[in-house]
């Protein structure tokens, strides 16, 4: 086990070295979410402090638990209302928000008073496979049947409507004959797992 012994001692000093604690909202299994926890774990700079679900029931919660880290889940009410969430990031002190599988959408309250400090990865190459509806294997089955030759992931900012946000960062991968759904989830899944910890640290440090 890593500890950094210096949060308390810099906290009171400069705004500028204090760790970034960052909240992961995700909605199903959660392994981007462990991935970025796990990269971090030895790093000072970051934090993650909670998980937070919409799904009581999602793999997420299992991972969180292994890890040591508090995970909780809000009804989807909350996540239209907005009111509730955001006194909890707050009284958690959270800098920053990773959207890392998170189905629902994030409510204006919350995105106002977070902004550029909220964003999402989406596993295709934004503008195009976005947009309400387009998640988990749906996006892989329609670049499939669009015949596209290349698929990657997106990491953009998220703004009030789904993947339209400015985008950070976009990464490829081929997509081969023969390819299913699933075949291509895993060659995404590998460029998220790779690209998604180094981008927050690069735009958050
Ligand atoms: C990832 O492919 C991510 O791009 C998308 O949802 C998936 C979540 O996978 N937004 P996991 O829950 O991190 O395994």
């Known amino acids: 086990m890593f500890f950094c012994t210096n949060h308390l001692f810099l906290r009171n000093f400069s705004s500028s070295t204090m760790t970034k604690r960052i909240a992961l909202f995700a909605s199903g299994s959660g392994s981007n979410a462990e991935n970025i926890i796990r990269y971090f774990s030895d790093n000072c700079d970051f934090s993650f402090p909670v998980i937070i679900s919409n799904n009581e029931n999602a793999f997420v919660h299992e991972r969180a638990k292994k890890m040591g880290v508090p995970s909780i889940t809000f009804s989807r009410e909350d996540f239209i209302e907005g009111k509730k969430i955001l006194n909890f990031l707050q009284e958690k002190r959270i800098d920053a928000i990773v959207l890392a599988g998170f189905l629902l959408k994030i409510p204006d309250l919350i995105i106002e008073a977070y902004p550029r400090k909220i964003i999402n990865i989406h596993p295709a190459l934004l503008p195009k496979f976005g947009g309400k509806g387009m998640y988990g294997m749906k996006v892989h089955s329609a670049v499939l049947e669009a015949g596209e030759k290349e698929t990657g992931i997106t990491i953009?900012?998220?703004?009030?409507?789904?993947?339209?946000?400015?985008?950070?960062?976009?990464?490829?991968?081929?997509?081969?004959?023969?390819?299913?759904?699933?075949?291509?989830?895993?060659?995404?899944?590998?460029l998220e797992y790779e690209y998604f910890p180094r981008i927050i640290a690069e735009i958050w440090n």
């Open 156 to 190: 953009h900012y998220v703004n009030s409507n789904y993947d339209e946000g400015d985008i950070i960062f976009q990464a490829k991968c081929p997509v081969l004959s023969g390819d299913t759904p699933e075949s291509v989830a895993q060659r995404v899944h590998a």
